[in-house]
């Protein structure tokens, strides 16, 4: 499903945040990407989320090199994605009910369908009680957990997670971590970027070390 090929990603000047990073994940993998901060996971996720090209390599997605894409097709590639990313934020004057709807409001999904599949993402994240509420009244974990509703509202075969667990505590930080494992066990290629591998046991691990792979 996804094929690193001796990628290296430069930001300028002089950057290195990968150097010849190779791998294949399968359909249906739960792979951790774990390393210590600066070690290049967010800039992986990146490059597979098509938001950064690589300046090496290439990455290809279900086949496509996603690096050579032109900017027109990229939305679409992305819409089969639920992104869990950084800089990703919540709407705060929205409900909740309202931020899972977006994603699929842009899409020009119909409204009574949108509603049942909104309604579906937030019962498996354990928010159905909370759709009225806005995210400020939510805890840390909560709010977590409202982004991967927003992320799988559209049903992606691939998720990508950009430290979902961060400055959450242990208990809530598993609590996030089993939700990830269940959408896994439903078929979705699971990807999560995590300074805490212990989080997600089991899973395949892949560690970067100032932008290369441990050996
Ligand atoms: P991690 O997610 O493991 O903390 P990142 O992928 O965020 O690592 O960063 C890898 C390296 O690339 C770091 O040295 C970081 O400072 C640098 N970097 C990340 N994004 C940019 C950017 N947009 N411009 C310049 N340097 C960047």
Request: proline residues 6%; without cysteine; hydrophobic residues 45%.
């Amino acid at each position: 499903m996804i094929r690193f090929d001796q990628v290296g990603k430069r930001y300028p000047p002089d950057i290195d945040a990968l150097t010849e990073v190779g791998f294949d994940i399968a359909a249906g993998e739960r792979v951790v990407i774990s390393g210590h901060s600066g070690a290049g996971k967010s800039t992986l996720l990146k490059l597979i989320a098509a938001i950064e090209r690589p300046t090496r390599g290439s990455v290809l997605l279900g086949g496509q090199n996603i690096g050579a894409l032109p900017r027109s097709a990229l939305p679409f590639v992305r819409r089969k994605m639920g992104l869990v990313l950084q800089d990703q934020k919540l709407l705060f004057d929205r409900s909740v009910f309202d931020n899972v709807m977006l994603p699929l409001a842009i899409t020009g999904f119909p409204p009574k369908e949108a509603a049942l599949r909104v309604r579906a993402a937030l019962d498996k994240v354990g928010l159905a009680r909370r759709e009225k509420a806005l995210p400020i009244a939510l805890s840390g974990g909560e709010q977590q957990r409202l982004a991967i509703a927003r992320a799988v509202v559209s049903r992606p075969a691939l998720l990508l997670a950009d430290e979902p667990t961060a400055h959450l505590d242990h208990e809530t930080a598993t609590d996030v971590a089993r939700i990830f494992e269940e959408f896994h066990r439903a078929g979705v290629t699971v990807l999560v970027a995590t300074y805490d591998a212990s989080l997600f046991p089991g899973a395949r691990r892949i560690e970067l070390v100032h932008g290369r792979l441990s050996s």
